[in-house]
């Protein structure tokens, strides 16, 4: 939900439910118009209030009686307080319902999500030309954005990207990287000796707290 609807029933602004059923409305110009959502919040304190109300209807309808009814809202946006748009508003007439964690792949990147559902159907963009298969490069973010394997869902038929060519400049770059030697050489504090100077920083504003943690440390203490 993005608007707050009844914050003592628990419809508020980021409560979250499972979109169950919609009712349209015909308009004059014979479109179907939404004008109420049943949602299946899980949650049985959310909504109790408004399945209390809308019990003799569920019942006449046939419609589950864990399911809360969300219906349109409406609002007046005021566009401008001064100058030549002064007194104008807007009126917002619209179900209060957003798709929940929906976003693209491309800002999906750096996300650690337990349960993830990829889209891979093909759909034709505002021109009427149908998308290409999504690339090896954006299945691999997608995909890994699951922590498990549980929970990673594929919403289309998978078709295995296909393998990159021989010139590849990142499959090059890798194999470059694994014919370089890497000699890794760490050295600690307190076994370099008394040969040098040692030089030792610590945050003098924490000190005092983390005066145990120094006590601690051997390379702190090494003189």
Not at 38 to 55: A, E, Q
Not at 76 to 84: C, D
Not at 134 to 142: I, P, T
Not at 190 to 200: D, E, S
């Given at each position: 939900?993005?608007?707050?609807?009844?914050?003592?029933?628990?419809?508020?602004?980021?409560?979250?439910?499972?979109?169950?059923?919609?009712?349209?409305?015909?308009?004059?110009?014979?479109?179907?118009?939404?004008?109420?959502?049943?949602?299946?919040?899980?949650?049985?304190?959310?909504?109790?209030?408004?399945?209390?109300?809308?019990k003799s209807y569920q019942n006449r309808k046939k419609i589950n009686a864990e399911w809360t009814s969300i219906e349109r809202v409406t609002?007046?946006?005021?566009?401008?307080?001064?100058?030549?748009?002064?007194?104008?508003?807007?009126?917002?007439?619209?179900?209060?319902?957003?798709?929940?964690?929906?976003?693209?792949?491309?800002?999906?990147?750096?996300?650690?999500?337990?349960?993830?559902?990829?889209?891979?159907?093909?759909?034709?963009?505002?021109?009427?030309?149908?998308?290409?298969?999504?690339?090896?490069?954006?299945?691999?973010?997608?995909?890994?954005?699951?922590?498990?394997?549980?929970?990673?869902?594929?919403d289309g038929t998978f078709e295995p990207p296909v393998k990159p060519s021989f010139n590849d400049p990142v499959t090059l770059e890798m194999?470059?990287?694994r014919s370089i030697p890497f000699s890794f050489s760490l050295k600690f504090i307190q076994t370099i000796g008394n040969q040098v100077w040692?030089?030792?920083?610590?945050?003098?504003?924490?000190?005092?707290?983390?005066?145990?943690?120094?006590?601690?440390?051997?390379?702190?203490?090494?003189?």
């Amino acid at each position: 939900m993005s608007t707050n609807v009844d914050v003592q029933d628990g419809l508020f602004n980021g409560s979250t439910g499972i979109l169950k059923k919609i009712e349209y409305a015909t308009a004059h110009d014979k479109r179907r118009i939404p004008h109420r959502c049943w949602i299946d919040f899980k949650n049985p304190l959310i909504g109790i209030s408004k399945r209390t109300i809308s019990k003799s209807y569920q019942n006449r309808k046939k419609i589950n009686a864990e399911w809360t009814s969300i219906e349109r809202v409406t609002k007046n946006i005021n566009i401008s307080r001064t100058g030549r748009l002064k007194g104008f508003e807007i009126i917002r007439n619209q179900l209060p319902l957003v798709a929940a964690n929906g976003m693209t792949i491309t800002k999906s990147q750096g996300s650690s999500i337990p349960c993830v559902v990829v889209s891979i159907k093909p759909f034709c963009n505002r021109f009427g030309k149908q998308r290409r298969k999504l690339s090896r490069e954006l299945l691999y973010v997608a995909c890994s954005r699951a922590t498990s394997l549980k929970g990673l869902f594929i919403d289309g038929t998978f078709e295995p990207p296909v393998k990159p060519s021989f010139n590849d400049p990142v499959t090059l770059e890798m194999e470059r990287l694994r014919s370089i030697p890497f000699s890794f050489s760490l050295k600690f504090i307190q076994t370099i000796g008394n040969q040098v100077w040692k030089l030792y920083f610590h945050n003098v504003q924490s000190f005092n707290a983390h005066s145990e943690d120094v006590a601690c440390d051997k390379c702190a203490l090494d003189r």
